[in-house]
């Protein structure tokens, strides 16, 4: 089945070490976001990719960033995780930009010790 | 600001009775309006979406624009309802969703 795939699905980091969550899709899709989701709280968008032209929200710190190498793949990246960064976080595939429907991974929990 | 609310976190209904999630939205212009669904253990997907005017598993919502609500309705709920339910919008030229905090449904047997 075409889905949208996340590794992985859990993640244990240490404070201030990198670490990168993926995120790839059989979708052919031409848009890749990236949401936070703490807990009891909505997803919030981080950044997006329309396929090359990457998108960062104005809040974002500068900590995230992401990565799409090629239309199936897009990485995020966290360069020095703080203990206020462990979530859930979320990939989103869309087949363009807009009012269209977004396919969502599975998540990957982010502990950070 | 864009903004989505939804004022219950939590709601429980009986098999079969009606269900009425809340959502109210904040936004200037024409919004596009989402109800995304989670299952347990499952990932988020659409539920549906005010421009196709669908009903999907029972379920409807409308856009009321003075009011600024997209509440989503089933007569009779069933016990496989029990999910997270979260309305989002997407405001104009955006590729952006903004999810409100989601309303947890269960349905009693």
């Known amino acids: 089945d075409a889905m949208v795939i996340q590794n992985p699905r859990y993640q244990v980091t240490q404070f201030g070490k990198p670490v990168t969550l993926s995120c790839s899709q059989t979708l052919n899709h031409n848009v890749m976001y990236w949401y936070q989701q703490k807990s009891s709280q909505a997803p919030k968008l981080l950044f997006h990719y329309y396929d090359k032209d990457f998108n960062n929200e104005a809040d974002t710190p500068d900590n995230f960033q992401s990565r799409r190498p090629n239309t199936s793949f897009c990485f995020l990246d966290i360069r020095s995780p703080g203990l206020g960064d462990a979530a859930m976080y979320l990939c989103?595939?869309?087949?363009?930009?807009?009012?269209?429907?977004?396919?969502f991974g599975p998540g990957t929990r982010l502990t950070v010790t | 600001a864009q903004r989505v609310t939804q004022p219950e976190k939590l709601l429980s209904v009986f098999k079969g009775a009606p269900v009425e999630l809340k959502c109210n939205y904040s936004?200037?212009?024409?919004?596009?309006l989402f109800w995304y669904v989670q299952y347990s253990r499952q990932r988020l997907q659409l539920l549906l979406r005010?421009?196709s005017r669908e009903s999907i598993k029972g379920f409807t919502a409308d856009l009321n624009k003075g009011e600024t609500s997209f509440h989503l309705k089933k007569p009779f709920a069933q016990e496989e309802d029990s999910a997270m339910y979260y309305c989002a919008l997407n405001g104009g030229a955006t590729n952006k969703l903004i999810f409100g905090t989601g309303t947890l449904l269960a349905v009693q047997p």
């Open positions: 989103a595939t869309s087949r363009l930009a807009g009012a269209y429907e977004q396919y």
């Open positions: 005010h421009i």
């Open positions: 936004y200037s212009g024409s919004p596009e």
